[in-house]
């Protein structure tokens, strides 16, 4: 008996050392938020992590942050929960499903306020950071239509989306496919599922252009599309254009390389720095986040030229491509919108949640 | 392995036998331990309220786990359990859409997992191929199908203040979540069936020697059929409560169900090797891989650091199990007769 209560001691010892060494200290005295994701090890979730990170330099409160992968809603809300439990005072969690919802707003009910980013449920009751989601496709199939073309383009355009049934995602193809209907000539074909993983992303795309190698062009949703797309394009001779979303250093190499045409930001910056501020601002004043949506602007790099959005001054291709794997860059460069932020500017942009998808 | 294993349960009842402690004392003790480990560096972790919500947390995954308990003990794995879960969920929740009643919906998703898991199970004895084989690509057909009729997006049930809506989400007491206490029963129940029911016995002969167990007159085929069918079943009753509870079923909830509920299966005490399972192991083994989840939060553990600490502190954990299980197996063998 006494040698397996040795042996136990001896494992809660080995335990607390791993929790603990990996623990982050606490000032008991300053605000702390969490943070939710609904993904681990992708590029542009690491960019919104990052913007968080920078708005809690910058406001003095701690912050911590729980990844999960597979955009599950319940394991999302389960993270909520267990953030609200250890005490923290907000909580900013993109909401990948209705599911959430529910719970959600038990929690904002009880006084803990909740911000939504890049993924929302329009249920509940709290601001919403992300794009205008339809609106954003429809600028992407614009300016594909008028690669092609303009009206009198001919051609088959596939569209992929690496999460069916994420409502933003469904909403910026809905976008695409209004633009691209402007030209009658084009045969669409899609969305089909491509998954997120960057190997199961490339292996779906193959697919589709050995399936429809006439294709004139290929648009996906998603993060991993655009590199996979211009990789595909490399080895297949640049004979379909290529497009779709988020300033990733993949996406910005590929599109640098010729290989894709563009790729569309949504400031993923913004996405995690404005949900942190409306949280704290919501703390200091005790009551919830304003239930609004808050446009995070739309991105749009091609080879030529790089608009970042929210009116911010012009960058290079090489200064975007910098940006794109250091924080402490992108936290200097957007210090101009950051400040616009203070006073009554932090609320200056909210609109109505119906907004988003207009 | 399995020998070990075999004697590890079969361990001679020694002259102290009435004071003979549970085979799960190890994940029991492993799970004390994280906690007063968790609740000694952040005293709210041991706040009541939190404790309860991290046992409704277990519900919807720890009910699978019980299921999949029968189907380690017979030596299968079925993959497709979270796609059965949200299936059945997705079907409950269209039929609430079509106004029928919520309890008969409800009913009618525990009856459709069923039939799903009886879809598994006919293939996996007609076709004599391993349930992880057959799972694995009725694991997509479930996806698929449910996506094709909920048109990959969420569904979600009007009148969610109808009676079945307000008594899933009720608290008991006032703190106990509702699914917790269905949870809590369906682990008792299944606890009895496994150990006191013929079914159970037969689920252990199967998975303990197939061979010797058909010898004996015990139908292997129909053994494994009717496990499928009651993992079907489960998947399909926690599906249903998860309406309930939640209001709303996502495209995607469940997709990466299955390898936490093999993990809480495994943490929890029932060997791979089949002839033996512990739905209470499974239980602790569930409450094991929240509260480190909990853990992690409460502890402010940077993100990039948290997936390597679970997998870290699940291995502690499941090396405390071998260890006290190996002191059982020792001290067994000190106490028998020799010659």
Redesign the interface.
Known sequence: MSSRFYRAALMAGTAAIVMGAAASARAEEKISVGFVTHAQGNPFIQQIVDGAQAAADDLGVTLTVAQKSGGDPEAQLRAVQNFVSSGVQGVATSVPGESMAKGLNDIIASGVPIAQYNLLATSVKAAYVGEKSVESGRILGKMIVAKMGGAAAKGTVVIGNCFPGFPVLENRAKGVQESLKTAPGLKVLGPFDVKVSAVENYNHWEQLYAANPDAAAMVGLCAPDVASLGKLNAATGDKFIAGGYDLTEENLAAIKGGHAYVTLGQSAFVQGYLPIALLVDAIKNKKPTPVGFFNSGTQIVTADSVDMGNGLPKVTYAQAQAMASDPKATAVYYKPWTQSLAGAGLMAGMKPIAAESE | MKDETMSQQTAPRAPEARRRLPDEIGVI??LA??M???GV??P??L?P??LL?ILG?TT?LGMLAVGMVFLLAIREIDLSVGWIFNFSAVFTALLMVAHIDPWICAVAGVIFGAGLGLLNGVLVTTLRLPAIIVTLGTFSMFQGLS?VV?N???V?PPGQDSSYFNAI?AKLFGVLPVPAVVFLVLAVAMHLVLHRSRFGYRVQAVGSNPEAAELAGISNAMVRLQTLVLMGAICGLSGAM?VGF????????G??FVLMVVAAVIIGGTPLSGGAGTVIGAVIGTLII?VI?????????????????TG??IV?AV??DQ??KY?RTRRARRARPSG
């Open positions: 003790v492993a331990v994280m007063t480990v968790i560096a952040r709210r972790f706040n309220l939190n919500t947390h919807f996506l909920n990959s997006r969420a979600v989400s998860y939640r209001g709303a079923i996502d495209p995607n909830e997709s990466d929240q989840s909990s853990g992690l939060i409460f502890f402010g553990i940077d993100a990039t650091w948290s997936t390597f600490v870290a502190v502690l090396s405390l260890i006290v002191q």
